[in-house]
């Protein structure tokens, strides 16, 4: 197989990116809300000695505590989605309308090296962005906390990267998608954008919607648990339809070994608090992935599946232009 | 085939639901010849040039470059075609070395030639001048002449020019067009020029084909089809007199 023009579309594209604007204005914004957000957590922290003393996991505290607003995990969770959509939604079109398209697939390169090049170029990119973030939050912390990493959490939060990486992913593969099917630049961005508030904003209250529709669970049927349970259960799996709800369940039990469930909502006799409250270990790294196996591999399939997708239509469009 | 054929067409056909882009197109281009393509706006002549690149599927019939299927060996085919579109365009944040250079490396030209074949082909289109002024600043003439580098840049067989001169000032198209003669003449590299401008064809051209919605209607030299229209030679006739003849006969 020849990968010669792979890697030269990919180079390209890479050079691109690190020397656009708008990569480095949105590196800024992201390094500047991160580096805020873990020093208020570190504030947090700091002010809060005693309680950490006793915390099995200090440091990633860091990405998983709210400080003043949100966690670093809160924040990918919610705007990570818009690097992916900045990074791809012209990325086919604005080389149609410029005309460099044609030129670009009548050089002796396969096809498929123009779109594997941007998507990997992209990959690369939020890789690169995603890493030097969680890098510089962690010096941070350590100079303010003064807790040194463990093992386990290093291994934490070499995974909390890695599914980021597929969740920003997806939601290139989604912007490349629509810069393909769109011949507009602002229409791909406008579609892009709109799904990503769908996905992310209206799919939560839509689950509501449903949930209460099928069982509702309003104050005169409280004294029935299984309602309950069952307007709860229609409401998780109605959610589980948006990646960042797949994102956040996953990378909040990874970060936080004290979560054992990516449920929401447990119902307890006071027999099982009992006994809850006398097993309070974390869970290891093994059982917490055991935990998140089924949205992460959601999450995976999700992202391949989109660039199969973009990768199928853009192979058989005819580009004349 | 023939031995000196280098593009040969049989029954290619091209549809788009209904409409017939290309309607059986048989074509025979024979090695180092200048062929003038001319028609209308929407003849077919661009859509026929993508099947012969690979870049578009026939819907029937059969085309050959250098005895290769497009369809089945479109790779080796860009290999030795290079293929300048009406509108090429250009990263406008790059340079004219830098442009050069990325089309090299597509062209998996080895790193250590492309220094030495950037400065030969800038200084064959005499844009030497402008070699490290970004393209966005570049006239359309000189967007032009930095394209036939690029094509050029591969050391192709065959040259696919689609509108060359479109928009050109004369003196200016006049340059490209005797650039694009000289290269027939001192590289034999075979040329299939798509053009409006019936003078410029005239100028350059072994032969010509004439398409109309999608057929070719007439084909062979100027002085051939000038024989057959008004019974006398070209010297007599002006190409655009030839082909408008045949236009209206049509």
């Known amino acids: ?321 | 085939m023939d031995a000196d054929t280098i593009i040969e067409t049989v029954n290619l056909t091209k549809k788009y639901k209904q409409y017939e882009a290309v309607s059986n197109l048989n074509l025979k281009v024979k090695e180092g010849e200048i062929f003038g393509f001319l028609g209308p706006n929407g003849a077919g002549k661009s859509t026929t040039l993508l099947m012969l690149l690979g870049l578009s599927q026939p819907s029937g019939g059969s085309a050959k470059i250098c005895g290769l299927d497009p369809l089945r060996k479109a790779k080796e085919v860009k290999r030795v075609v290079g293929y300048l579109p009406e509108n090429v365009g250009f990263y406008s944040d790059l340079d004219a070395v830098q442009s050069l250079e990325y089309v090299a490396s597509l062209n998996g030209i080895q790193k250590n030639k492309i220094a030495e074949k950037t400065d030969e082909l800038l200084e064959l289109v005499g844009i030497t001048q402008d070699a490290h002024k970004k393209i966005g600043a570049f006239s359309r003439g000189m967007k032009q002449r930095l394209g036939i580098a690029e094509v050029l840049i591969k050391e192709p067989s065959i040259l696919f020019l689609d509108e060359l001169t479109l928009g050109l000032d004369p003196e200016g198209a006049l340059r490209l067009i005797d650039l694009i003669h000289s290269l027939n003449l001192d590289r034999k590299i075979t040329v299939l020029l798509c053009s409006h401008n019936l003078h410029q064809v005239q100028r350059i051209s072994n032969r010509v084909g004439i398409m109309l919605n999608g057929k070719m209607i007439a084909e062979g030299s100027i002085d051939s089809l000038a024989k057959e229209k008004f019974g006398v030679g070209e010297t007599e006739y002006s190409l655009e007199e030839i082909y408008m003849k045949y236009f209206q006969e049509v």
Request: proline share 4%.
């Open chain 1, 1 to 321: 197989m020849n990968m010669s023009g792979l890697f030269v579309v990919f180079k390209k594209e890479l050079c691109d990116h690190f020397s656009s604007y708008r990569f480095v204005i949105l590196f800024a914004l992201i390094a500047m809300v991160s580096f805020i957000t873990s020093y208020m957590a570190g504030l947090h922290m700091k002010g809060n000695l005693e309680a950490l003393a006793k915390t099995r996991f200090p440091f990633l505290m860091l990405f998983s505590s709210p400080g003043a607003l949100f966690s670093m995990i809160q924040f990918v969770a919610f705007f990570g989605p818009l690097i992916g959509l900045i990074l791809g939604f012209d990325s086919i079109n604005r080389e149609r309308a410029q005309g460099t398209l044609i030129k670009l697939v009548s050089q002796p390169i396969y096809r498929d090296a123009v779109i594997n090049g941007k998507f990997l170029a992209g990959v690369a990119t939020i890789s690169v962005l995603l890493v030097s973030v969680v890098l510089v939050i962690s010096g941070f912390g350590l100079a303010l906390v003064g807790v040194v990493p463990g093992v386990e959490e290093i291994w934490r939060l070499l995974i909390y990267v890695l599914i980021s990486i597929f969740y920003i992913s997806f939601w290139l593969g989604i912007s490349i998608l629509f810069s393909i099917f769109f011949k507009g630049i602002a229409t791909s961005a406008l579609a892009s954008v709109a799904l990503w508030i769908f996905l992310s904003f209206f799919v939560s209250l839509g689950a509501e919607v449903a949930a209460n529709a099928v069982a509702p669970a309003d104050s005169k049927n409280q004294t029935k648990p299984e309602l309950i349970v069952k307007n709860m259960r229609i409401k998780e799996t109605v959610s589980l339809s948006s990646p960042m709800v797949l994102y956040s369940k996953a990378t909040e039990t990874i970060i936080n070994p004290m979560r054992k469930t990516t449920g929401s909502f447990i119902m307890m006799g006071p027999m099982e608090e009992l006994l809850s409250s006398r097993f309070q270990n974390p869970l290891t790294l093994g059982q917490s992935m055991i935990v998140v196996f089924p949205h992460i591999t959601t999450l995976i399939a999700i992202t391949l599946i989109c660039f199969a997708i973009s990768y199928l239509v853009f192979i058989k469009q005819e580009i004349r232009t």
